[in-house]
């Protein structure tokens, strides 16, 4: 199991100037119309915006692939609660069979059902979590639990979901890739919807662009996912990242940006073969076997996948979030205050 040669192929030609990208322009143009006439439908009022009864932050993107979303919404919930708040996340649920009604999400929970991401949410974020591709529906089955604080994990493009607050993540090494619309590139929204959005984080250091970036790009925080261990998936050992320096190891990355999960592991000195799968591809512990007594490494949305009956040699890499706090601090007052407002009734 990898990702094919198309995948592979789209790649170079969003991220690196790839041959042959402009027959694809043809199909950027139709998608970029079906975006304006979304867009002019809501704002018009035909396809109604949902507001829930409580303050809605999302965290997106507008590119495909990873950009560091999911340890954005654990740090975002982790500062809310700190805050007094009672936050609770709703996800789509890529990668999950569920039906089309809202599921609540157990850290015991199936992500062949429900998704990887979601189930990693659970455990990591202490805190309700709901899945369905209809996010107002979601936000409401997360009242109902509790929650005065609903953070969406993606869901940029669902304008369904009326919001208080957006933060649209960037990957700094990929950026925008060449600023062109799905499939053509990256963008699932032209580069001006960065202007819409209150904040805009960059995962890293954002790359040098061809033209001059815009004044949200300009005004980017940046932050840093960040490692110190390594954990075995049966749970018997947590093991110091660094001691792993000088060994080669399988790794294995079903996420949107494998390449990043394979650099942070060169960083520590380790020796990488790669296994790079589709993001939120399914996961079996036959697919891990390869031939040899290598250790093997995953990102922690792949070992959501498997159960914890697994060999000693199998380890999963959680990431932190990481950002200076003199850079945190002015987000974070705004976001409560916007939060604030609207549960008092002014936003």
């Given at each position: 199991?990898s990702?094919?040669?198309?995948?592979?192929?789209?790649?170079?030609?969003?991220?690196?100037?790839?041959?042959?990208?402009?027959?694809l322009?043809?199909?950027?143009?139709?998608?970029w119309?079906?975006i304006?006439?979304?867009?002019?439908?809501y704002?018009?009022?035909?396809?109604?915006?949902?507001?829930?009864?409580?303050?809605?932050?999302?965290?997106?993107?507008?590119?495909?692939?990873?950009?560091g979303?999911?340890?954005?919404?654990?740090?975002l919930?982790?500062?809310?609660?700190?805050?007094?708040?009672?936050?609770g996340?709703?996800?789509?649920?890529?990668?999950?069979?569920?039906?089309?009604t809202?599921?609540?999400?157990?850290?015991?929970?199936?992500?062949?059902?429900?998704?990887?991401?979601?189930?990693?949410?659970?455990?990591?974020?202490?805190?309700?979590?709901?899945v369905?591709?209809?996010?107002?529906?979601?936000?409401?089955?997360?009242?109902e639990?509790g929650?005065?604080v609903?953070?969406?994990?993606?869901?940029l493009?669902?304008?369904?979901?009326?919001?208080?607050?957006?933060?649209?993540?960037?990957?700094?090494?990929?950026?925008?890739?060449?600023?062109?619309?799905l499939?053509a590139?990256?963008?699932?929204?032209?580069v001006?919807?960065?202007d819409?959005?209150?904040?805009?984080?960059?995962?890293?250091?954002?790359?040098?662009a061809?033209?001059?970036?815009?004044?949200?790009?300009?005004?980017?925080?940046s932050?840093?996912?960040?490692?110190?261990?390594?954990?075995?998936?049966n749970?018997?050992?947590?093991?110091?990242i660094?001691?792993?320096?000088?060994?080669?190891?399988?790794?294995?990355?079903?996420?949107?940006?494998?390449?990043?999960?394979?650099?942070?592991?060169?960083?520590?000195?380790?020796?990488?073969?790669?296994?790079?799968?589709?993001?939120?591809?399914?996961?079996?512990?036959?697919?891990?076997?390869?031939?040899?007594?290598?250790?093997?490494?995953?990102?922690?949305?792949?070992?959501?996948?498997?159960?914890?009956?697994?060999?000693?040699?199998?380890?999963?890499?959680?990431?932190?979030?990481?950002?200076?706090?003199?850079?945190?601090?002015?987000?974070?007052?705004?976001?409560?205050?916007?939060v604030?407002?609207?549960q008092?009734?002014?936003?």
């Amino acid at each position: 199991m990898s990702a094919g040669p198309t995948y592979n192929w789209l790649h170079r030609v969003w991220y690196d100037g790839g041959r042959f990208g402009w027959i694809l322009l043809p199909l950027s143009a139709l998608y970029w119309f079906v975006i304006i006439i979304r867009k002019y439908l809501y704002d018009r009022g035909v396809l109604r915006v949902r507001r829930a009864t409580v303050p809605v932050v999302i965290v997106g993107n507008i590119t495909a692939g990873g950009t560091g979303k999911t340890p954005t919404v654990l740090w975002l919930v982790e500062e809310l609660k700190r805050r007094g708040f009672s936050p609770g996340i709703v996800s789509r649920g890529y990668g999950g069979s569920q039906s089309g009604t809202s599921m609540r999400v157990e850290p015991d929970s199936d992500a062949v059902v429900v998704g990887d991401e979601p189930v990693l949410l659970a455990r990591r974020a202490r805190c309700p979590v709901v899945v369905d591709p209809d996010r107002v529906r979601a936000a409401e089955m997360l009242v109902e639990d509790g929650v005065d604080v609903v953070v969406a994990d993606d869901g940029l493009q669902h304008y369904r979901l009326a919001r208080d607050y957006e933060i649209c993540v960037v990957d700094g090494v990929r950026g925008l890739g060449n600023r062109r619309l799905l499939p053509a590139g990256p963008l699932r929204e032209t580069v001006r919807r960065l202007d819409d959005v209150e904040q805009v984080l960059v995962n890293g250091r954002l790359r040098a662009a061809d033209c001059e970036p815009t004044v949200a790009e300009q005004n980017a925080i940046s932050f840093e996912l960040l490692t110190v261990e390594a954990c075995r998936l049966n749970g018997s050992l947590t093991r110091a990242i660094e001691r792993f320096g000088g060994t080669t190891v399988h790794a294995v990355a079903g996420i949107g940006n494998p390449q990043r999960f394979f650099d942070l592991l060169r960083a520590q000195g380790i020796q990488v073969i790669e296994h790079r799968l589709p993001d939120h591809a399914k996961l079996r512990a036959g697919d891990l076997e390869f031939g040899d007594d290598f250790d093997v490494f995953m990102t922690e949305k792949d070992a959501v996948k498997l159960g914890r009956s697994m060999e000693d040699k199998f380890w999963y890499v959680p990431v932190d979030f990481s950002i200076d706090p003199l850079d945190a601090a002015p987000l974070l007052e705004q976001i409560e205050s916007r939060v604030r407002a609207r549960q008092a009734g002014d936003g």
